[in-house]
DNA sequence: CCAAAAGTGTTAGGCCTACACCCATGA
DNA sequence: TCATGGGTGTAGGCCTAACACTTTTGG
């Protein structure tokens, strides 16, 4: 140790400069794909084939390949596991990194894990790898594989705190949408009701976070008045913040 | 690809279970370790005394052992390089992953980034490596090695927002302080002047923020009235946030 | 006495909550 | 005509920014 207390990079890796010398790591992505369907909040999961946890429900994800950044493979395999072409509205975030060393049992697996959410889900088609892969409801999953019940429960609670101060809830919706929509996100994330008129005020008056679509109009759920549709807006911060309202649990 | 596409760890480390077949990753820990000197922001940096970037100016850190968690990595290097024993009140974050496939020339070097808090920061002793460390103002230090100009303005970036939810601040601070020095820690990172007496309230309106030491005080300037003393208190969010004035960037 | 910093008071305005109310549509 | 959801208005309250003022120390 004292030999080479490591500056990063300035002492070298470890053993010098023979990549082959040490126990190596292997570097992985975990993805929290979130969705929203039928005012609920869904997460894709993957039934595990192999052992260990084989049977056990987990978050998607897979290796770093050589040439690639974190993010690149989370798109790639985020692209495999549902069979999504457009990726381009796909919004990719970096939450955070799991490096216990026993999170793994073949191997040292350092993770890299990513909350993404996506409007309108595809029907994930089951991997090849004998594992199924599926939309489920958050609350269900049970116990998940290694240690991704706590990556889903931090990948909710940092999208939840980012509805307040960014105009991510955005991303949960499709192109063009309703206020109502755009509520609803809030309500189903945060599991609160929220005021709808005061909702409108705050979102109408924040600059850039929705601008109208010139004229139309849909129904949401074949009731009530045709609402305007929005598009996402050029801004991305929420100044002052849309605050979820104090619970319980929050003073 | 299409044999190993990975569900991660499902479908087993790139190469199957042989750990040694593949082109290795090395993972690294950097740490921005701010603290505050005289009323001034300033950055725990190393000088590199061996290519690449030789001469440059880095931020510390080093190579994750293979039985440690990349905090322990972080806090063992941290440890190293200031001298500091008592790391207890230490404040560690990690802020993300950079992963760019040739952000080091030499291999694949993945390297998980700490913000670290320091309150009297001790002067540390230059690293055995032929490489001195210093502390150094935050605005000054010029291109860094590596991405570390990037990693250490997503940590300043990280901390002000952080001061504004959480009672993060107090991790600036000695173990007891005024309430003069707490603000002038906001002001110091955020760059901002705030109003005392509302900031004095804000912070004593707040339940758990800080606690009064009974009967202390002290003199913070050599002049003026000596300010009652106060500890941490036990809460670390802070419900209403309080928010950065509103500025030129941010409206 | 003066400067500097801590601590207290006060006031005006803004934002936000909580409603009440009207509008448009499908059943 | 009723239920449902969209859209508008408004009164009250809380919070906060802004600033005046007092207190306590060192020079």
Redesign the interface.
Known sequence: ?LA???????????GG?D??A?????????LAVLTIRADALEVLL?E???EP?AGHW??????????????TAARR?LA??TGLSDLSRLHLE?L??Y???GR?P???????AFAALLPDPPEPHG???A?QARWQPYRTPGPL??DHDRILADAHERVGAKLEYTCLATSFCPPEFTLGELRRVYETVWDTALDRPNFRRKVLAT?GFVEPVPGAARLTGGRGKPAALYRAGGAT?L???L?RP?SEG??
Chains 1, 2 share one sequence.
């Not at 080479?4 to 470890?14: D, E, L, V, Y």
């Not at 040490?22 to 975990?30: G, K, R």
């Not at 191997?107 to 890299?112: D, G, L, Q």
Request: proline share 16%; aromatic share 10%.
């Open positions: 140790m080479r207390r490591g500056r990063s990079p300035g002492a070298g890796p470890p400069y990549k082959y040490f126990e190596p790591f292997a570097v992985a992505v975990d993957v595990r084939g192999q946890y987990a978050l998607p994800g897979g290796f770093v390949l050589p040439a690639e950044s974190a993010e395999e495999e596991e970096q955070r990194t490096s216990d060393p793994d073949r191997m040292r697996v350092v993770s890299v991997g090849g790898d594992a594989a290694f600059p911060a100044h002052p913040p605050l104090p929050r003073p």
